[in-house]
């Protein structure tokens, strides 16, 4: 079945520091990954679409000069949370789609990265 | 961001005994997708439902998709411990599209 590695699976970082989480698709060509923020005990926050070649659409609220994603192939998509404060701490979680797949393309999600600033 | 409507927001049960929890929403969607998540970890897909009115089995769950396409059940029977995580529904309104998700049932369960 369809495989997404995540890594790391977890990060500690200094304030003021950029950190970079990548996103693989192991066993299938994904033209469209999704990266998602969830806080303890919450559910998952859709914060950017990643589309393979071009510009990422990120959701209203997110600051795409600070969630820096970058999807250059078709099997990884990186995001990088640029100079990390302690409230972006949190879990990171990408999700992956294969491209031209029909209707049964339930989405493979990797198994996110802790993001710990201090 | 938008999200579902999904109860209840946590059970406590004894093994062995069934579970049913359920999602809507105001906006209609084609697709339904049932979640589990374990601590520590990304969701991983249950059910998935395409067809207003299908009903999906996958082992011990069942998921149906509301005739109206804005609602989506899932049940467990005959619950075991490692059933214990948090269920997520999330519906999708086009092929391809982002994934809407609900606020999440937390399972616990008794043996």
């Known amino acids: 079945g369809a495989v997404v590695s995540q890594h790391p699976s977890r990060v500690i970082c200094k304030s003021g520091t950029s950190v970079k989480i990548e996103c693989r698709s192991l066993?299938?060509?994904?033209?469209?990954m999704f990266w998602y923020r969830q806080f303890p005990k919450q559910s998952l926050m859709l914060m950017a679409t990643s589309n393979e070649g071009s510009k990422a659409t990120y959701e209203q609220g997110v600051e795409k000069d600070k969630f820096l994603i970058n999807h250059a192939s078709l099997t990884l998509s990186t995001l990088t949370v640029t100079s990390a404060h302690p409230e972006d701490s949190s879990f990171y979680i990408c999700?992956?789609?294969?491209?031209?797949?029909?209707?049964?393309?339930?989405?493979?999600f990797g198994s996110g990265t802790r993001l710990t600033v201090v | 961001g938008q999200q579902l409507n999904q109860s209840p927001q946590s059970m406590f049960i004894q093994e062995g005994e069934d579970v049913s929890m359920n999602c809507t929403s105001s906006s209609i969607f084609n697709t339904w997708l049932w979640y589990k998540q374990d601590p520590g970890e990304g969701p991983v897909l249950l059910i998935a439902l395409y067809k207003a009115g299908e009903l999906t089995s996958n082992g011990r769950l069942t998921a149906q998709f509301g005739i109206t396409r804005k609602d989506s059940f899932l049940n467990i029977s005959a619950s075991i411990p490692s059933d214990v995580g948090i269920y997520f529904c999330?519906?999708?309104?086009?092929?391809?599209?982002?994934?809407?998700f609900g606020q999440g049932t937390e399972l616990s369960v008794k043996p």
């Open positions: 066993d299938f060509q994904a033209t469209t």
């Open positions: 999330a519906g999708r309104y086009n092929q391809g599209g982002k994934l809407i």
């Open positions: 999700s992956a789609r294969a491209g031209g797949g029909g209707t049964s393309d339930g989405y493979t």
